[in-house]
Structures are given as structure tokens and as C-alpha cells.
């Protein structure tokens, strides 16, 4: 179960959910938390996250320290599924931004006027393309109550609820009727000012004031008291991964932040673990029946008979980025794969998996003059935000003791989402140019080890890898917008094309050696070749450059059957060398390079080896020009390979 809290400024609402179902709502004082021991004593709460429009108080500090569950708070820096164009994010309360995410999470792609009724009645706007513009706000029913009462001596203080007729006959109805009417009439002039601005709109009304009035509201299309509450409960849920990840500030965004991905598809990932990782990425002749090797789907046939392999794995990363003389630094963190392995025969392996193909994210502005007025400026905002991932199945056939082949195939999708915009210090037109990317297609790669003895301990295996290229199944939706005012504009112009399969990915080709000395020492090389070159972009050819990597590694387990723990952890070090694939307007795109460096430290959970692979990396991501944009990046990777014997006979004498 999950607990939501909302705190506004007059009241506080916790309510307990059990999967979609909101099993309690308690609603109280907003300065404390009393009721919080005793909703986690009376339900098995796992997890919890709180949004609050107030400073939260010293007692309700101790309150939340008290209770025994992670809790995520929502602030103006938790990452969310929409673009928030607001010009002091750090100043928007966070009920407003719930209820707009959630609102475009029941109606994405649609034009959305979300309006909460609380102690503030707010207006909130977000268009089909996911962009939050801000909104107004204005005193709701108990401040013009209370405001009448203290700034006009003889009227009272009355309760909203009673009779409400279309003119007072009485003191209390007229001032009833009077802030509950005007407030409808309130509202119906914002839904009628935006339905002429955007026939096809949609209106949310929420809040605790909503039921004073949304019957005699023709217009409301949507009307949830708990659609904050509801919103922030989705959150919850996706917590899961945030505390997994060990980064409660990342879900649901990008694991990168780099203006380089605004080209071409973005960031490339490797198809290898954490293991492989710390090895600098060597991968293609590795034949380890205690890991899952993705890159070679040969690999997939050395699994060991009794055996069931689960991985899965995490990054974190910390990078800083410099360019003339300034710099600036981003964190992020993301889930990277999950995959399974098993025997089918005692020839054939089985293997399935989740990776990211490519990453795109970024979020910068440049501000500068205009030519011949110094007086004007001129601000250009670039955002992007994506990426493809790819879930495979693969079989790997011994064929020969020392010959094995192998072949996965696959589903790869996700959406590439790229903007900018350029608007002036001055009353002028604001222009807004949008690439949405969407992704549906196929992915196929095969693979072969060869094996040869040297010596009765010593191995050396040769990999080679293809992996299929060609034309994704995707749609661009290319358009230019051109607005007076992104909130309230009084027109709009858009011009907007969908071109079909104008992207693709390359043919890949890869070769390795793999060294393994008494089962202790293993050193490998890779080398690959990804040919995008002749790869489209955007229905264009020539766009990109040859990619080539080279990668070197090395594995020592001092003992893999001693008594002392530390002869049987894995030291694993690395580096690899890639040349860039993009092609940037005037230059060529960045080079990099990575040192990596790990451990394997064997866990014995249960019955079998289990192994939790821990990976520091440095990259260099060098321009090919001095003043470009250069990145320092720190990432520690975490990966654990559950190895248990699921298929073992066990028999009594």
C-alpha cells in the first residue's frame, strides 16, 4: 500500500491507496501529522510521498523522521513527464503542478485548462504537446468569505453551505450567492476565453471547494475532488525505481544530460553489464558460464545445466561540462537492464533482456543581443528528452564442444522528443520548433565463439558479432509554431508534417579475443564498427560518421574457492576508445574515451554464486575543436547476478 500526502494551506489530506483503490482519506491541520503513526500502524504502508504548498513545520519534520517508510517529497526539481515553462519553477506551488501532471496523464497529447478549487482558485493551462504555460490565481470561496467579514464591518461570516438562490433575499444568501456565483461566472469566462483559443479543450476542476458549484458548470468535462491526490499516488508507485536507482530525484527523465544528444539519436549504450563495464566494455569473446553476456548471443550456450541467471543494474552518474571558461555540472541516475538466462538443452541457452539502445536529454539557453539593438535581447531555449530501448530473446547452439553460434531478435521502441524556441525582451511574436520521434520497430543481431585449448588451463576464444541495420518503423511529427503569447495567445500559427521512417540504425560488426588463464586471469580486445555513414537522418543520408571502438580488459580472481573473502572477489580493470558517429553542423561530433575499473564481490545468497558487480568509470568526452563543449563524467555502476539452481534433481538414498 501507498501513502499520499497533500498539504495546502489551510487543511492536510493523507490517504492510503491500495493499488488504484484509495482505501481511507483523513483530512486535518495542516501544522501536524498526528494521524500519520496511526494510518502506518493500521495498514502495511511501503512507501510514501508528500507534496505541500507550505514550509513544513518542525513537528511535522520529527513526524515524517518517525515513521519506518521511504518517502519521496515533491519538489520543483523532481523530474516530471512534462515541460514545465514556467518562468520561477521554484516558486510554483507543487498542488498546481500535481494537478496539471496529472490531468495531462488522464488526457495526454490534449489541450488541458485544469482549474482547483481550494483555499486559492487556480487556472492552469497545458497544451497538446505537453507544455505547461503557467496559469492565474485567485481568491477562492473561504478567502472572499473572510475578506468581505474583515473589510466590511457589518457583514458576517457565513458557511458556504445553505441556500443559494439567483439574487440574496437575506444578508447571508446575497453574500453566499454573491461569492459562489461569482466565482462560476469566474470560471466559465476563463473556459470560454480558452475554448476560442483552442475549440478542442478540455476542463478539469478539482479541489475541496469543487462540489460547491460544478453542477451548475456545463462545461466541466472532468471533475475529481482527489485528482491531486491521485496524481501524487502514480508518483508513488514509480518511487519504486527511484529508490532502487538510490536517487529519489530521478524517474521518469532522462539518465543523461548533454547538449550533444540534440543530434542524431542521441547517446548510445553499450549492450554490456556492469562486468563488462569495469572491463572496458569487452564483451565478444567472454565466455562465462556464471555471467549473462549480451553482446555475443554465442555466449547464451555456455550456461551451466543446473542453472537460472537473473541481472539486473543501475547507474549513477556526475558530470562536468566545460566551455569557454564556463562550467556547470549535472547528475542523474537511471536503470539500465534487466535480463534472464537458462538451459534449454544441453546444447542450446536461452536468454532475454531489457537495455537502452540510445539516450537523448538536455535543457540549456543562450541569451544575446539583437544585431543593430543592443537594447533587445534575444533568448534562444533548447530542450530534448527520450530515448529507445530494446527488449530481446536470444538462442545460442553449441554446435561443436568448442563452436557455438548464436542469434537474438527483438522489439525496439520509444519516443525522441527535441524543441526549441526564441523569443525577445520586448512584446514580439515567441517561435516554437518541435521533433517529435516516434519509434516502433525491430532489432536482430547473431554472434559465433570459437574456443581453442592452449595447454590443459588455459583458453582462447575468438567472438564475432553482426548486428542488423536498417530503416526503423518510426514517425517525425516536424512542426513550427508562432504565437504572440504561449499562455493566453490571441493567434496562433503552427505548421506541421509527419514524415514516415526517416531514421534508421546501422550495421554493426564486431570482433574480439578472450584470454582465460586456470580459470583465474581472463584479458580480452574488441574491436567495432558501426556503419553510420550511410544511415538515415531525418530522410537524409551522409549525415553521420563511421563509428569505431576499441576496447581492452582484464579479470582477476585470486582464488575462486579460498577461504579468505578477499581471494575470491573479482578485480576487474578497463578502457575503450570510441570515435564519434554525429557530425555537427560545422564540425565533427566528440570523441571519448573511458577508464573503468571494478569489483565482483561474491555473495553466496542461498544455495549458489550470487555476485554484485561494482563498476567506477571515468569519461572523457573531448570536442574536436578546442572551444567546443567538453564533459568530465563519473559513473558508478551496480549490477547483481542472481545465480540459483533451479534445475537441480536432488535425490535421497
Excluded at 537473473?310 to 541516475?333: C, I, P, T, V
Excluded at 503552427?494 to 540504425?505: A, K, L, T
Excluded at 561474491?602 to 567506477?616: A, E, K, M, V
Aim: glycine fraction near 10%.
Amino acid at each position: 500500500m501507498n501513502l499520499v500526502i497533500d498539504i495546502g494551506n489551510t487543511v492536510a489530506k493523507l490517504a492510503v491507496f491500495d493499488n488504484e483503490d484509495m482505501i481511507e482519506v483523513i483530512r486535518g491541520s495542516n501544522h501536524s501529522l498526528d494521524c500519520l503513526p496511526m494510518l502506518c500502524h493500521k495498514y502495511p504502508i511501503k512507501k510514501a510521498i508528500i507534496a505541500s504548498v507550505i514550509t513544513l513545520s518542525n513537528t511535522i519534520k520529527r513526524q515524517l523522521k518517525k515513521v519506518n517508510i521511504p518517502i519521496l517529497e515533491l519538489t520543483y526539481q523532481t523530474p516530471i513527464p512534462i515541460q514545465n515553462m514556467y518562468k520561477t519553477p521554484e516558486t510554483l506551488g507543487m498542488d498546481r503542478l500535481a494537478a496539471v501532471v496529472g490531468a495531462n496523464y488522464l488526457c495526454p497529447d490534449k489541450n488541458l485548462l485544469v482549474i482547483d478549487a481550494g483555499t486559492a482558485l487556480t487556472y492552469e493551462f497545458i497544451d497538446a504537446q505537453g507544455r505547461y504555460w503557467g496559469g492565474n490565481i485567485s481568491p477562492g470561496i473561504y478567502i472572499r468569505f473572510k475578506t468581505l467579514n474583515a473589510c466590511c464591518d457589518k457583514l458576517p461570516l457565513i458557511e458556504k453551505g445553505g441556500d443559494l438562490p439567483e439574487f440574496g433575499y437575506s444578508t447571508e444568501t446575497a453574500i453566499r450567492a454573491g461569492v459562489i456565483k461569482g466565482i462560476e461566472f469566474e470560471i466559465m469566462g476563463y473556459i470560454r476565453l480558452m475554448q476560442k483559443k483552442h475549440p478542442d479543450l478540455l476542463v478539469f476542476l478539482t479541489g475541496g471547494d469543487k462540489f460547491s458549484f460544478d453542477t451548475n458548470l456545463k462545461s466541466i468535462i472532468f471533475a475529481d475532488r482527489f485528482l491531486v491526490l491521485k496524481v501524487l499516488r502514480k508518483k508513488a508507485l514509480l518511487s519504486v525505481l527511484m529508490i532502487i536507482s538510490g536517487c529519489l530525484t530521478a524517474i521518469a527523465q532522462s539518465s543523461v544530460n548533454s547538449p550533444y544528444t540534440r543530434y542524431g539519436l542521441g547517446d548510445l549504450s553499450d549492450r554490456g553489464f556492469a562486468n563488462n563495464a569495469a572491463m572496458g566494455g569487452v564483451g565478444y569473446g567472454i565466455r562465462n558460464s556464471g555471467y549473462i553476456n549480451m553482446t555475443n548471443p554465442a555466449s547464451f550456450s555456455s550456461v551451466d545445466s543446473l542453472s537460472f541467471m537473473f541481472d539486473m543494474g543501475m547507474s549513477l552518474k556526475s558530470s562536468n561540462y566545460q566551455e569557454n571558461g564556463f562550467k556547470s555540472n549535472a547528475k542523474n541516475s537511471s536503470f539500465d537492464y534487466m535480463a534472464m538466462q537458462f538451459r534449454l538443452h544441453k546444447r542450446l541457452g536461452l536468454a532475454v533482456g531489457f537495455t537502452p539502445y540510445s539516450t537523448v536529454g538536455y535543457n540549456f539557453s543562450t541569451t544575446s543581443p539583437v544585431e543593430g539593438n543592443d537594447s533587445y535581447t534575444a533568448t534562444n531555449t533548447f530542450y530534448g528528452d527520450g530515448g529507445l530501448q530494446q527488449i530481446t530473446a536470444g538462442l545460442g547452439f553449441k554446435i561443436l564442444d568448442n563452436l557455438s553460434i548464436g542469434a537474438s531478435a527483438g522489439y525496439i521502441y520509444g519516443s525522441l522528443d527535441y524543441q526549441s524556441s526564441i523569443s525577445f525582451n520586448t512584446n514580439s511574436d515567441q517561435t516554437y520548433v518541435y521533433n517529435k520521434v516516434k519509434v516502433k520497430s525491430y532489432v536482430a543481431d547473431f554472434g559465433l565463439q570459437y574456443t581453442q585449448p592452449i595447454g590443459k588451463t588455459d583458453f582462447l576464444t575468438l567472438g564475432l558479432v553482426y548486428g542488423l541495420g536498417h530503416t526503423l518503423n518510426s514517425t517525425d511529427t516536424e512542426g513550427i509554431q508562432v504565437t504572440d503569447n504561449p499562455t493566453n495567445p490571441s493567434y496562433s500559427a503552427v505548421n506541421e508534417q509527419v514524415i514516415n521512417d526517416s531514421y534508421g540504425i546501422p550495421h554493426t560488426f564486431g570482433a574480439g579475443l578472450a584470454y582465460t588463464h586456470n580459470n583465474k586471469l581472463t584479458i580480452g580486445a574488441d574491436y567495432t564498427l558501426q556503419k553510420w555513414s550511410s544511415v538515415k537522418y531525418k530522410n537524409k543520408t551522409n549525415m553521420y560518421e563511421d563509428l569505431n571502438k576499441i576496447a581492452i580488459g582484464a579479470e582477476f580472481i585470486p582464488n575462486p574457492i579460498g577461504r579468505n573473502y578477499l581471494q575470491r572477489i573479482r578485480y576487474r580493470i578497463g578502457f575503450n576508445y570510441a570515435t564519434p558517429y554525429l557530425k555537427l553542423p560545422q564540425y565533427e561530433g566528440p570523441s571519448e574515451y573511458s577508464v573503468n575499473g571494478g569489483f565482483g564481490f561474491p555473495l553466496y545468497l542461498f544455495q549458489r554464486r550470487t555476485i554484485l558487480n561494482l563498476t567506477g568509470q571515468y569519461v572523457r568526452v573531448r570536442p574536436s575543436v578546442s572551444n567546443m563543449l567538453s564533459e568530465n563524467r563519473f559513473v558508478i555502476k551496480l549490477g547483481l547476478t542472481f545465480n540459483e539452481p533451479w534445475f537441480m534433481k536432488w535425490k535421497v538414498n
